[in-house]
């Protein structure tokens, strides 16, 4: 369990909700019950709207997401807006099937058009079946130019994604992020993972100050047994599995660590170069490793271009409190169940 630290709720609700930067632009997304916003403060991120998706089954994105977003916002100035995947009544439902499932399924993200106002998207989705009008605003901005930030299952995040690059059909997972999940590597939800810099690229901005992650999902495999990342990726994390799901777990010596995180670039079909950063690390748990918490915002920076402002001392410090519920699909027995998107905040 995460606290803020010496934050009463009155000053904790006006950093997260209502504090501008002086002089910067405002939010570009009004407030609304079918999303969330976060204001930003006064930092290096002032002026720039990040879009966060939270579209996932298994990880508890709709958890993490908000918590991400409230601490980019207050402590690095971005302007920050949650989107999630919601049922039919209008509340965030991780519950809800898959097109494996049920082939009649589809699901909606409300605000997913303010794709348009983003000048980076966080995508944690699994699996998901959108209406084409959805989808389009998906497209457009992977023929944007602008950054992509994937985390965990979306490299397996959609069905029925039918983009296209000159005519081509693209895969989400292995082209745009550079992987695709094929199998786990180790044990399914009884493995957790170390992860250790990969030392050839450790000056690369986005490992900035970073040490010490460890998270209790397993490694996933992108790859082919003998095979590696697809050219054009840089890796930055090795992911080894570990015995158990313990922090102090000796190493699985019978699995080779496999790469975890990762940097490349995405052309689109309007020919401007995207930075990408991956991440196969990422449930609502592994988010509550600091270290976790630094690569990624490190890698906001990276992704928009900002690598002169990361800061090693820069800070992850969760605000509020932050109690994530285990993964998993047994939804009773871990308490999931449906809530509005306000219940996050």
């Not at 605000?111 to 000048?119: R, S, T």
């Not at 693209?170 to 990969?198: A, I, K, M, P, Y």
């Not at 975890?260 to 995405?266: F, L, N, P, R, S």
């Amino acid at each position: 369990m995460l606290r803020a630290h010496h934050l009463s709720a009155a000053l904790l609700l006006t950093l997260i909700t209502s504090c501008s930067a002086p002089g910067g632009p405002p939010h570009p997304v009004p407030e609304d019950d079918r999303w969330l916003t976060y204001e930003g403060g006064a930092g290096p991120g002032a002026g720039k709207h990040i879009v966060l998706i939270a579209a996932d089954q298994e990880y508890r994105s709709e958890q993490s997401l908000p918590m991400l977003a409230r601490t980019l916002s207050a402590h690095h100035g971005f302007h920050c807006t949650v989107l999630f995947s919601v049922n039919d009544e209008g509340l965030v439902d991780p519950t809800k099937k898959i097109r494996w499932e049920d082939k009649e399924v589809m699901h909606d993200i409300p605000g997913i058009e303010h794709l348009e106002k983003a000048d980076l998207m966080i995508l944690f989705s699994r699996l998901i079946t959108l209406p084409e009008d959805q989808l389009a605003h998906i497209y457009n901005y992977l023929d944007s130019g602008k950054p992509v930030i994937g985390l965990r299952t979306a490299n397996h995040g959609f069905i029925g994604f039918e983009y296209k690059v000159g005519g081509e059909k693209v895969r989400f997972g292995e082209d745009v992020l550079g992987g695709s999940f094929r199998n786990h590597h180790g044990r399914w939800h009884q493995d957790s993972t170390r992860g250790s810099l990969v030392e050839e690229n450790s000056a690369h901005p986005v490992l900035t100050g970073v040490d010490d992650i460890w998270g209790p999902s397993d490694v996933y495999r992108t790859y082919e047994e003998g095979g590696g990342l697809p050219e054009g990726c840089v890796a930055l994390v090795m992911g080894q599995p570990l015995m158990s799901r313990n922090y102090d777990d000796p190493p699985n010596t019978e699995l080779i660590p496999l790469p975890v995180a990762w940097v490349k670039t995405w052309t689109g079909n309007q020919g401007l170069a995207a930075r990408v950063f991956h991440s196969t690390m990422g449930s609502a748990k592994d988010f509550e490793s600091a270290g976790l918490r630094r690569l990624l915002f490190n890698a906001c920076y990276w992704c928009l271009g900002m690598e002169g402002d990361i800061r090693a001392d820069g800070s992850v410090d969760v605000l509020g409190e932050y109690e994530p519920l285990a993964s998993g699909f047994n939804y009773q027995k871990l308490g999931v169940t449906p809530h509005p998107p306000s219940h996050f905040r």
